[in-house]
Structure formats: structure tokens, C-alpha cells
């Protein structure tokens, strides 16, 4: 007998619950200092004064506008960055080994560069963000487009397609899988990217109140936005599910 999908649904939030039970009561047994560790009950304090006092707001419209803007311009540039690369294997010798050296050298180690280049503020924060979701993109596209089914790929040379159809009408649909699944996993690293970014180079965002509440020693206040901060990734990846199932559902009825 299958578990019904509203039961299954709950199981997450019990825990969470059980792991909130234990927190709250973990801190006050053993008296640790709310600087230290906070308590649940006091994090959610908190959230709802930054919250209801309208201090938050505007950070994470910030930090929401540098995340869509890094993920849509490195999300383009890493699938246009694909698709050259798969249709070109000249182009993958030359370009791929820079990509790569690219995507190794740590982003935070590039952010104060970035700020000199582009100024203190939501500018070099987007492009930090649009660099690291630049590589799946590129990397999930490449591996989808160079694993189209070789009998399909003859089938459609046969037919006398030109490079332009077989592209939209075989590799890319053949590979939307594998695309989508970079996209989850840049639209995770989109606000990773954000947050870091702001840690240097911002005065506005969730990143940036990170920092703040570390001068006050608001530790209460820290967790509050981390929590913010989970919540946004959390409604993101779901979204971005959603929007998924609907791209596949809408391929496989189509004729």
C-alpha cells in the first residue's frame, strides 16, 4: 500500500518540527549563550519584527533582482556557450580548457576585483552571479546535445535537415532534460552567488544584512535571514520544478 501523497507531503515538516523541538530545547538545558546559539522561539522573534518593521524587505528585493538578473544572463551565455561548443568540436578544443580554468578559480577570490572593475554595488554582485551559473548551463548542454540517439541523428541527415532544424527539432529537445536539470542546479548556485556577492561588494541585500548583524553581534537577526535565505531557495527550486514538468509534459504531447 503506497503512502498518500498529503501524508507524504507532512513527513519534511515533521521533522523540521522535531529537529525545532529539540533545538529550543537543547538551548535551554544546557544555557548556552543566545550570541552563541539562539533559540528557535527567539529567531522567529526576530524574523517577524524585521519582517513587520519593514527592515527586510528591501534587502531581499535586492538580493532577488541581482539573483534573476546573474541567473538570466548566465544562464543564456552558458546555453548559447553549449550549443556553440557541441556544434563545434574546433571551438570545444580551444575554448573549453578557458572555461574550465574560469570556473575553478574561486568567485569570492574574484569579487574584490570585481568591485574595482564595476563598482561598489549591485553590478558586480550580478556578474558573480551570472559567472557561477554560467558552467552548468554550459556543461549540462554540451553533455545533452553530444548524446543524441546516433540512429535518429542518421535518420535526420537522411532527410536532407539542415544543421539549423536538426539542432531545433532533435538535440534540443532530445537533450531538455538534461538542460533543465542545469537549470535546477544554477537557480540554487544563483542565490549562493548573490549572497556571496554581497558579502563584499553591496551595501543592500541579504548578504549584506549577513555582514551587519555580524558587526552587532545580532546573532538572533543572522539566523533570521539565513532562514529568509532557505525559504527564497527552497520557493525558487520548487518553482523551478514546476516550470520543468511543465516544458517536458508540454514536449512529450506534442506531435
Excluded at 551565455?77 to 580548457?97: D, K, Q, W
Excluded at 575553478?104 to 564595476?118: C, E, G, I, Q, T
Excluded at 552587532?216 to 527550486?237: E, K, P, Q, S
Aim: positive net charge; aromatic residues 10%.
Amino acid at each position: 500500500m503506497t503512502t498518500p501523497s498529503w501524508r507524504a507531503s507532512l513527513v519534511p515538516w515533521a521533522v523540521f518540527l522535531i529537529l525545532f523541538v529539540v533545538w529550543e530545547w537543547a538551548v535551554a538545558w544546557s544555557g548556552i549563550s543566545a550570541l552563541v546559539l539562539p533559540a528557535p522561539s527567539a529567531v522567529m522573534k526576530s524574523l517577524w519584527a524585521a519582517m513587520s518593521s519593514g527592515y527586510l524587505w528591501p534587502h531581499v528585493r535586492a538580493t532577488l533582482l541581482e539573483l534573476l538578473l546573474g541567473l538570466a544572463g548566465g544562464g543564456a551565455m552558458g546555453l548559447a556557450m553549449g550549443i556553440v561548443l557541441a556544434e563545434s568540436p574546433l571551438l570545444e578544443r580551444l575554448l573549453r580548457p578557458c572555461v574550465v580554468v574560469s570556473q575553478v578559480v574561486p568567485k569570492l577570490a574574484l569579487a574584490p576585483l570585481f568591485v574595482m572593475w564595476f563598482g561598489f554595488g549591485m553590478t558586480s554582485t550580478v556578474v558573480i552571479t551570472a559567472l557561477i551559473c554560467f558552467f552548468p548551463l554550459m556543461e549540462n548542454t554540451l553533455t545533452g546535445l553530444r548524446q543524441v540517439d546516433a540512429q535518429r541523428l542518421q535518420l535526420f541527415r537522411m532527410l536532407g535537415a539542415t544543421r539549423w532544424q536538426t539542432l531545433r527539432r532533435l538535440k534540443v529537445p532530445a537533450a531538455l532534460p538534461g538542460i533543465l536539470a542545469g537549470l535546477r542546479v544554477a537557480v540554487v548556485l544563483a542565490l549562493v552567488g548573490a549572497v556571496v556577492g554581497e558579502f563584499i561588494g553591496a551595501s543592500q541585500g541579504l548578504g549584506a544584512v549577513i555582514i551587519a548583524t555580524q558587526g552587532m553581534m545580532d546573532t538572533a537577526l543572522m539566523f533570521a535571514v539565513l532562514t529568509v535565505i532557505a525559504v527564497i531557495g527552497l520557493l525558487l527550486y520548487q518553482i523551478t520544478l514546476a516550470i520543468e514538468k511543465w516544458l517536458l509534459r508540454s514536449y512529450t504531447d506534442s506531435p
